[in-house]
């Protein structure tokens, strides 16, 4: 569970809202159904536009992360390694083949079955490479989904502040109404802006960091089965590795 994005979304809450309320302008002035058509339904149809259909749908698969991130133990993987390695020394690169019905991740299984079957290490180097590329690259691009959201979403407050001012225009001859309806209409830019700032860029920021974690993470698998595939010692595999916590 992460904890700082709970805080986060908990206090940018509380300031929007906390600060709507000490201006005087009080919560209901943040309620606008109009605003938000124009602002969130706006940013989501402005995104659909901009996104393929498979990559919409990964945004949305990862964005529990932010909550919830995916456990990277480099501590545990490099133990790990140095196991498969102590293995590999006593019994051979056929001795991990009994390692392999133990791995649910993909990637690993597949770098596992590439070592028992004595594939060179350049080899192996290549395809588990090609396989990472292509994972961060699906990744990267789901949370850019976000990003685009909030370049999108101030634009369309401004959309939004722009088309009730007009509005107001129309009601000069009642000036009983142009106090609300300029009130209404920024209310638009409230959305748009804080929606960017406080949710969109800062949930797309915190997926690419997550997604580096993971790939620095299979990066230390891929240099751990190549050193195994080299026949390296196991406390020179475990060495090399360590440098990959920091």
């Given at each position: 569970m992460d904890v700082l994005t709970l805080l986060g979304l908990t206090l940018g809450l509380l300031a929007i809202v906390g600060g709507a309320i000490a201006k005087g302008a009080g919560f209901m002035a943040l309620v606008n159904v109009a605003a938000f058509l124009i602002v969130i339904v706006g940013t989501l149809a402005a995104i659909l536009l901009h996104t393929p259909m498979k990559t919409f749908r990964k945004a949305f698969a990862i964005l529990p992360w932010i909550i919830k991130p995916p456990q990277t133990r480099?501590?545990?993987?490099?133990?790990?390694?140095?196991?498969?390695?102590?293995?590999?020394?006593?019994?051979?690169?056929?001795?991990?083949?009994?390692?392999?019905?133990?791995?649910t991740d993909p990637m690993t299984r597949k770098g596992l079955q590439m070592l028992v079957d004595g594939l060179e290490p350049e080899a192996?180097?290549?395809?588990?490479?090609?396989?990472?590329?292509?994972?961060?690259?699906?990744?990267?691009?789901?949370?850019?989904?976000?990003?685009?959201?909030?370049?999108?979403?101030?634009?369309?407050?401004?959309?939004g502040a722009v088309l009730g001012l007009m509005a107001v225009m129309q009601n000069l001859a009642d000036p009983t109404k142009l106090g609300p309806g300029i009130a209404a209409a920024f209310t638009a830019t409230?959305?748009?802006?804080?929606?960017?700032?406080?949710?969109?860029?800062?949930?797309?920021?915190?997926?690419?960091?997550?997604?580096?974690?993971?790939?620095?993470?299979?990066?230390?698998?891929?240099?751990?089965?190549?050193?195994?595939?080299?026949?390296?010692?196991?406390?020179?595999?475990?060495?090399?590795?360590?440098?990959?916590?920091?």
């Open positions: 480099t501590d545990l993987l490099i133990a790990q390694v140095v196991e498969w390695s102590n293995v590999a020394r006593r019994q051979g690169l056929l001795g991990l083949e009994a390692e392999i019905a133990k791995m192996i180097r290549s395809m588990l490479e090609i396989d990472l590329g292509s994972q961060e690259h699906s990744e990267m691009a789901a949370a850019k989904v976000f990003e685009g959201m909030g370049i999108y979403a101030p634009t369309l407050g401004i959309i409230v959305y748009g802006i804080a929606s960017a700032n406080l949710f969109f860029l800062p949930v797309s920021a915190k997926l690419k960091g997550i997604i580096a974690g993971r790939v620095a993470e299979r990066e230390l698998l891929i240099e751990g089965l190549i050193a195994i595939a080299q026949g390296e010692n196991p406390r020179n595999i475990e060495a090399k590795l360590s440098g990959f916590v920091h």
